[in-house]
Antibody, heavy 120, light 106 residues
Framework: QVQLQESGPGLVRPSQTLSLTCTVSGGSITSGSFYWSWIRQSAGKGLEWIGRIYTSGTTTYKASLKSRVTISVDTSKNQFSLRLKSVTAADTAVYYC????????????WGKGTTVTVSA | DIQMTQSPSTLSASVGDRVTITCRASQSISSWLAWYQQKPGKAPKLLIY???TLESGVPSRFSGSGSGTEFTLTISSLQPDDFATYYCQQYNTYPTFGQGTKVEIK
């Protein structure tokens, strides 16, 4: 049973870079045919998809976040990561990583989520 | 972006009730729709995908229907564990979610 776990700082200063890692356990990140995604949830915007990566390194990002987001994968560590630069209070949210079957777009497996607060 | 609109925003119901939640898309998404259940402090859990396919392990009292722009999630007989917030999500294009429907105890 594949499990995902987010990790990273819970507090980020405004204008700095938010960095999170998702560790995949119970299976190889290269096994099967899946995209690996980041999603966030805030009181103001609800659930918001941020972007995804395939293990080949191919990425797709939400258009409105594209200029600030980088998603990368480290297959040797069975991890993928999110970097969001120039953060503001509007980026305060619970951040989730999730797995998506490559033939579809639904999120079949989710991490438990990690709360990130942007504040001075 | 495709906008997803759920109704109602809140639904009060009793154990044993039949419950229906509606999700409308701002343009046709064929059957590329999923439903999730979320409880406080937890990640969303996949219930249904491709509009009507029940995820493995999800009780059969949950069902989904619809295509194009209008979809429904039905709980045939509400159980105590079903009080939660439900979200629809389209994946015809880049994923977007509905704003959620909270099912609360009447």
């Amino acid at each position: 049973q594949v499990q995902l776990q987010e990790s990273g700082p819970g507090l980020v200063r405004p204008s700095q870079t938010l960095s999170l890692t998702c560790t995949v356990s119970g299976g190889s990140i290269t096994s099967g045919s899946f995209y690996w995604s980041w999603i966030r949830q805030s009181a103001g915007k609800g659930l918001e998809w941020i972007g995804r990566i395939y293990t080949s390194g191919t990425t797709t990002y939400k258009a409105s976040l594209k200029s600030r987001v980088t998603i990368s994968v480290d297959t040797s560590k069975n991890q993928f990561s999110l970097r969001l630069k120039s953060v503001t209070a509007a980026d305060t949210a619970v951040y989730y990583c999730a797995r998506v079957p490559s033939w579809s777009g639904f999120f079949g497996v989710w991490g438990k989520g990690t709360t990130v607060t942007v504040s001075a | 972006d495709i906008q997803m609109t759920q109704s109602p925003s809140t639904l009060s119901a009793s154990v044993g009730d039949r419950v229906t939640i509606t999700c409308r898309a701002s343009q046709s998404i064929s059957s590329w729709l999923a439903w999730y259940q979320q409880k406080p402090g937890k990640a969303p859990k996949l219930l249904i995908y491709t509009a009507s396919t029940l995820e493995s392990g999800v009780p059969s009292r949950f069902s989904g229907s619809g295509s194009g722009t209008e979809f429904t999630l039905t709980i045939s007989s509400l159980q105590p564990d079903d009080f939660a917030t439900y979200y629809c999500q389209q994946y015809n294009t880049y994923p977007t979610f509905g704003q959620g429907t909270k099912v609360e105890i009447k």
